[in-house]
């Protein structure tokens, strides 16, 4: 019943661990007074073992995207490090941050949005192997093909020279997942991939990450609100509230022994296609999520938690609990 | 006593001209609404479920190049009424629309208590004082505090605005109020939130509602019946306690099979395929190509076969005389 220093893997070496990880924005008036931050990322702790595949749960402004940027390298940390294959991303500079990019890929929630419309897939798939110093033009073709094949736009010749607006929604989404894999990183970071799809391409969309992600052994770090289309693509689950992780378990143990009363609240509030659940009223916690700006003291959920205790909670910061095996939970009920 | 139904649509078709040709975005759509019910209306993106609203609210834009069909709403057949007599006593009175991400189209300059009582006063003549304490009883009941009156839309977070919105259309009390996706852009917990409100509405009010969403799980929250639609026409029309339990249509079930949800360890199953183009429907059943139960008589259109009482599904197995098997 200690706090322990990392949320997960501790067994092996990690491919990439956050430490004490802090992203703020700093707001400035006339560009000058500092009137404050948004603490968007607000102490995060992890590691992710490698071939590991993990989903952040939260809403929107708990800062699970600006996690996955600082990940990235876009936002450098305001306190705390990452670390990737034992070096913190701090001290990489010039060619070694650029050989971290291409160990890392990166899959957008929008996918029309994240590809260029003027350019066609060939074009948009040869361009990170250009960046990246592949000159070998008949190299390039082969491995733009192999990528498409990979990500089942088969046969690869029938899209090669399509625009982005030729493509449906799911194709689109494959043509970016492929520009992720295309220098084979070892990292996978997939921001909401389908939270823009249809339901019935959701789910293979959803498949061939998991498919991608295990045949390669990648870590996949999968970013998501939606709680019910975590179970079969992720491993464990990080959940976060306002800036922080406040439940972490495997898959199965948090989906049906949910710790946390954010996570329990949350659970409760996902529906499952049901005609009964049109004549009853769901469990909703009062209030809102949390400025970052002036987040609660002490638990961010007190205001909010059906289980508040007065004098602890809006007081104290919940360390990490382990009240199941292989679960962490940061809640002072646990103590 | 009155009639039971309240709103009965007959062949409601909607063409839009694009430079690919005529875009049949509602093609020969009937079904009926009870008073006090609520349908669901349930389809992927690009189906046609927003173009049925914009058909039903005579919304519609400047490239519309074929309309037909009846819509009748409390025993007045609307399609005849002329526009300016439409506006006047159907539009907003009967007949509101809470339209997709309307909560960005607050104005901002105005106070949200003031937006939110502008029908009665337009449509009522209503003095300012009057309209406002109106305003303030909906607010309530669909839980904003009316502490928020004299607040700007900016002053209010997303959840709060849908919620402003949706007042608006109710105060009015019209009968019907369609809604096209109120929640798609919502946080978890907002969305459970506004769908509990909509059910405290529906309670109270007795507001029939049609909600148009592409989500399965969103449906079963407020759906006495739901309608399946695909590629422009209505697949499946049944009472939700019968659809979520056993659909007739390959394509209800399907895309019940595909819902990943949370209470369930079984593996949710992609549907393969693509929807086909509104501009080039297919001929024959427009679900053929991805069914696993298609047969020769796919080739032709199948008519809304009737199952039950209120219960009718557009789908070649259900003939009298189709193969065993495959039927409900």
Redesign the interface.
């Given at each position: 019943m200690t706090s322990s220093p990392a949320h997960g893997a501790d067994d092996q070496a990690p491919l990439i661990a956050a430490r004490d990880l802090h992203t703020w924005f700093e707001l400035r008036q006339w560009g000058f007074l500092r009137v404050g931050a948004v603490r968007a990322v607000d102490g995060v702790e992890f590691a992710l073992a490698p071939g590991e595949a993990v989903a952040f749960v939260g809403e929107s402004g708990c800062g699970k995207s600006t996690l996955a940027r600082t990940l990235l390298g876009l936002h450098r940390p305001t306190r705390g490090e990452v670390r990737f294959a034992g070096r913190s991303l701090g001290e990489l500079q010039g060619r070694a941050l650029k050989a971290y990019r291409a160990e890392v890929g990166y899959v957008q929630q929008d996918p029309y949005g994240a590809l260029p419309p003027f350019l066609d897939v060939r074009r948009i798939l040869a361009e990170p192997l250009i960046v990246h110093g592949v000159r070998d033009r008949a190299e390039r073709e082969r491995r733009i093909r192999a990528a498409l094949e990979e990500v089942r736009l088969s046969p690869a010749e029938a899209f090669l020279n399509q625009f982005p607006h030729m493509l449906s929604g799911g194709q689109q989404q494959r043509v970016v997942i492929a520009r992720a894999l295309i220098l084979a990183p070892r990292l996978l970071i997939a921001d909401e991939p389908v939270s823009m799809l249809d339901a019935s391409v959701r789910v293979e969309i959803l498949e061939l990450l998991r498919h991608i992600q295990r045949e390669r052994g990648l870590t996949l770090a999968f970013i998501t609100h939606d709680l019910s289309t975590v179970r079969h693509y992720a491993e464990r689950i990080f959940v976060m509230y306002a800036g922080r992780v406040v439940e972490s378990a495997p898959v199965d143990d948090l989906l049906d022994h949910p710790q946390h009363p954010y996570t329990q609240a949350l659970l409760a509030a996902i529906a499952d296609p049901d005609a009964a659940n049109a004549t009853r009223l769901r469990e909703v916690p009062a209030g809102e999520p949390p400025s970052l700006l002036h987040p609660p003291a002490a638990c961010r959920f007190h205001p909010r938690c059906p289980h508040f205790m007065a004098g602890l909670c809006d007081v104290e910061d919940p360390p990490d609990f382990s009240p199941r095996r292989d679960h962490r939970s940061a809640c002072w009920l646990h103590r | 006593m009155r009639d039971r139904t309240l709103l009965r649509v007959e062949g409601l078709e909607l063409h839009y001209q694009t430079r690919q040709g005529a875009v049949h975005a509602v093609d020969g759509v009937s079904f009926d609404l009870h008073r006090q019910e609520?349908l669901v209306v349930l389809g992927?993106?690009g189906c046609g479920k927003s173009s049925l609203a914009k058909a039903l609210m005579r919304l519609l834009p400047r490239n519309v190049h074929h309309t037909a069909g009846r819509v009748t709403l409390d025993g007045v057949d609307v399609t005849a009424l002329p526009d300016e007599r439409f506006r006047r006593e159907v539009q907003w009175s009967r007949l509101a629309l809470v339209m997709q991400a309307s909560m960005n189209a607050l104005n901002p300059v105005v106070r949200v208590g003031e937006q939110v009582a502008e029908p009665l006063r337009v449509l009522r003549g209503w003095p300012r004082g009057k309209a406002l304490a109106r305003a303030a009883e909906v607010f309530e009941l669909v839980g904003v505090s009316t502490d928020f009156l004299a607040r700007y839309p900016f002053e209010l977070?997303g959840?709060m605005r849908q919620r402003a919105v949706l007042a608006m259309a109710l105060v009015a009390e019209p009968a019907l109020v369609i809604l096209d996706e109120p929640t798609s852009a919502l946080?978890?917990?907002?969305?459970?939130?506004i769908?509990?409100a909509l059910?405290?509405v529906k309670r109270e009010l007795g507001t029939s509602f049609i909600l148009i969403t592409?989500?399965?799980?969103?449906?079963?929250?407020?759906?006495?019946r739901v309608a399946l639609m695909y590629a422009g026409q209505l697949v499946e029309v049944a009472?939700?306690?019968r659809?979520?339990?056993e659909p007739a249509h390959p394509y209800s079930r399907?895309?019940?099979a595909?819902?990943?949800?949370?209470?369930?360890?079984a593996?949710?199953?992609?549907?393969p395929g693509?929807p086909p183009s509104l501009a080039a429907p297919p001929g024959g059943c427009r679900y053929a190509e991805r069914c696993p139960y298609r047969f020769a008589r796919c080739a032709q259109d199948p008519p809304a076969f009737r199952l039950g009482e209120r219960h009718r599904a557009r789908c070649w197995l259900h003939a009298d005389d189709a193969p065993a098997g495959g039927g409900a």
């Amino acid at each position: 019943m200690t706090s322990s220093p990392a949320h997960g893997a501790d067994d092996q070496a990690p491919l990439i661990a956050a430490r004490d990880l802090h992203t703020w924005f700093e707001l400035r008036q006339w560009g000058f007074l500092r009137v404050g931050a948004v603490r968007a990322v607000d102490g995060v702790e992890f590691a992710l073992a490698p071939g590991e595949a993990v989903a952040f749960v939260g809403e929107s402004g708990c800062g699970k995207s600006t996690l996955a940027r600082t990940l990235l390298g876009l936002h450098r940390p305001t306190r705390g490090e990452v670390r990737f294959a034992g070096r913190s991303l701090g001290e990489l500079q010039g060619r070694a941050l650029k050989a971290y990019r291409a160990e890392v890929g990166y899959v957008q929630q929008d996918p029309y949005g994240a590809l260029p419309p003027f350019l066609d897939v060939r074009r948009i798939l040869a361009e990170p192997l250009i960046v990246h110093g592949v000159r070998d033009r008949a190299e390039r073709e082969r491995r733009i093909r192999a990528a498409l094949e990979e990500v089942r736009l088969s046969p690869a010749e029938a899209f090669l020279n399509q625009f982005p607006h030729m493509l449906s929604g799911g194709q689109q989404q494959r043509v970016v997942i492929a520009r992720a894999l295309i220098l084979a990183p070892r990292l996978l970071i997939a921001d909401e991939p389908v939270s823009m799809l249809d339901a019935s391409v959701r789910v293979e969309i959803l498949e061939l990450l998991r498919h991608i992600q295990r045949e390669r052994g990648l870590t996949l770090a999968f970013i998501t609100h939606d709680l019910s289309t975590v179970r079969h693509y992720a491993e464990r689950i990080f959940v976060m509230y306002a800036g922080r992780v406040v439940e972490s378990a495997p898959v199965d143990d948090l989906l049906d022994h949910p710790q946390h009363p954010y996570t329990q609240a949350l659970l409760a509030a996902i529906a499952d296609p049901d005609a009964a659940n049109a004549t009853r009223l769901r469990e909703v916690p009062a209030g809102e999520p949390p400025s970052l700006l002036h987040p609660p003291a002490a638990c961010r959920f007190h205001p909010r938690c059906p289980h508040f205790m007065a004098g602890l909670c809006d007081v104290e910061d919940p360390p990490d609990f382990s009240p199941r095996r292989d679960h962490r939970s940061a809640c002072w009920l646990h103590r | 006593m009155r009639d039971r139904t309240l709103l009965r649509v007959e062949g409601l078709e909607l063409h839009y001209q694009t430079r690919q040709g005529a875009v049949h975005a509602v093609d020969g759509v009937s079904f009926d609404l009870h008073r006090q019910e609520a349908l669901v209306v349930l389809g992927e993106s690009g189906c046609g479920k927003s173009s049925l609203a914009k058909a039903l609210m005579r919304l519609l834009p400047r490239n519309v190049h074929h309309t037909a069909g009846r819509v009748t709403l409390d025993g007045v057949d609307v399609t005849a009424l002329p526009d300016e007599r439409f506006r006047r006593e159907v539009q907003w009175s009967r007949l509101a629309l809470v339209m997709q991400a309307s909560m960005n189209a607050l104005n901002p300059v105005v106070r949200v208590g003031e937006q939110v009582a502008e029908p009665l006063r337009v449509l009522r003549g209503w003095p300012r004082g009057k309209a406002l304490a109106r305003a303030a009883e909906v607010f309530e009941l669909v839980g904003v505090s009316t502490d928020f009156l004299a607040r700007y839309p900016f002053e209010l977070s997303g959840g709060m605005r849908q919620r402003a919105v949706l007042a608006m259309a109710l105060v009015a009390e019209p009968a019907l109020v369609i809604l096209d996706e109120p929640t798609s852009a919502l946080d978890v917990l907002t969305q459970a939130s506004i769908m509990n409100a909509l059910k405290r509405v529906k309670r109270e009010l007795g507001t029939s509602f049609i909600l148009i969403t592409h989500d399965v799980a969103t449906s079963s929250e407020l759906g006495d019946r739901v309608a399946l639609m695909y590629a422009g026409q209505l697949v499946e029309v049944a009472d939700a306690e019968r659809f979520f339990t056993e659909p007739a249509h390959p394509y209800s079930r399907m895309l019940m099979a595909s819902v990943p949800r949370l209470r369930q360890r079984a593996r949710p199953e992609a549907i393969p395929g693509e929807p086909p183009s509104l501009a080039a429907p297919p001929g024959g059943c427009r679900y053929a190509e991805r069914c696993p139960y298609r047969f020769a008589r796919c080739a032709q259109d199948p008519p809304a076969f009737r199952l039950g009482e209120r219960h009718r599904a557009r789908c070649w197995l259900h003939a009298d005389d189709a193969p065993a098997g495959g039927g409900a």
